[in-house]
């Protein structure tokens, strides 16, 4: 497979002119969840790179942890995307940082140098898991550490928000979502049971404040809705309105200003270098 390539749903969706949103709507990362992979790796000053760094939320999330911060000497962030990378240069500052182009299974980070290898949010569009593993086993250190990180809407934990995902999901077209497993495959393949011991999976619910402008954007930031012709994002919109106002299971934060409970799941996955 060509190294670098980038499936055509996330190359439009998170093109120029989507990443604005992407980065206003999407949940930044829960601090459980950051002091879990940092209980994960050595001590620093670490090596990290981020591949899949979109916008820079989960590399602002971490510059906001005291504990990451401290911890940081170099952080390489590989974004394709031009337009995110551009966003990303705007919103993280920070001298130990750098963004450059590349992907899963073509970092152009150099051998061994990595510490940490992290991935939020992007890791189910991988399109070849074993060329992946073989890239974390060359950029990564000797007993180097992958995380592999994601938030989602939790349907289980309200009604409507089963109806938000139901809504949405009748578009992804057969994209290689995160909610599918496909990115599991990963640990089938044969250069990831050559590198590198099991996965260790962890979860954690929550709630974030909603209100119905947030939970429309953050419909309009996933790939598969922004990529969507006009009439159908309008469409959208109105069935999520429809959905939120009804309410089904929905929990008040205050209804004078019209926030509520948003449940949401984050996810991390990690493993180590044999």
Not at 207 to 215: E, K, R, W
Request: glycine share 8%.
């Amino acid at each position: 497979m060509t190294p670098g390539i980038v499936h055509d749903v996330a190359k439009s969706g998170f093109g120029q002119g989507t990443n604005e949103l992407y980065d206003k709507a999407r949940p930044s990362y829960q601090a459980v969840a950051l002091a879990h992979i940092h209980s994960a790796v050595p001590a620093g000053p670490l090596n990290i790179v981020e591949i899949g760094a979109g916008t820079g939320i989960f590399t602002r999330a971490l510059l906001a942890r005291p504990e990451w911060t401290d911890s940081i000497r170099t952080l390489t962030a590989i974004e394709p995307s031009e337009g995110m990378r551009q966003v990303f240069s705007k919103t993280v500052s920070d001298p130990r940082i750098s963004v450059a182009p590349g992907a899963f299974d073509h970092t152009g980070v150099e051998d061994g140098t990595a510490d940490l290898v992290v991935i939020a949010q992007a890791f189910h569009w991988c399109p070849d898991y074993d060329a992946a593993a073989v890239e974390f086993a060359r950029v990564l250190k000797p007993g180097g550490v992958v995380a592999l990180i994601w938030n989602l809407e939790d349907r289980d934990a309200a009604a409507w928000v089963a109806q938000l995902r139901d809504t949405i999901e009748q578009h992804e077209k057969g994209t290689p979502q995160f909610r599918l497993g496909l990115w599991r495959q990963l640990f089938d393949t044969p250069s990831y049971q050559k590198y590198f011991q099991p996965p260790e999976e962890t979860s954690w619910a929550y709630s974030l404040p909603g209100s119905l402008d947030i939970v429309t954007d953050r419909a309009l930031s996933k790939s598969y809705i922004a990529v969507l012709p006009a009439d159908d994002k309008v469409k959208v919109k109105a069935d999520i309105e429809a959905i939120v106002k009804k309410g089904d299971g929905k929990k008040w934060i205050d209804e004078s200003e019209g926030t509520f409970e948003y449940p949401y799941k984050t996810f991390v996955v990690i493993f180590r270098q044999k």
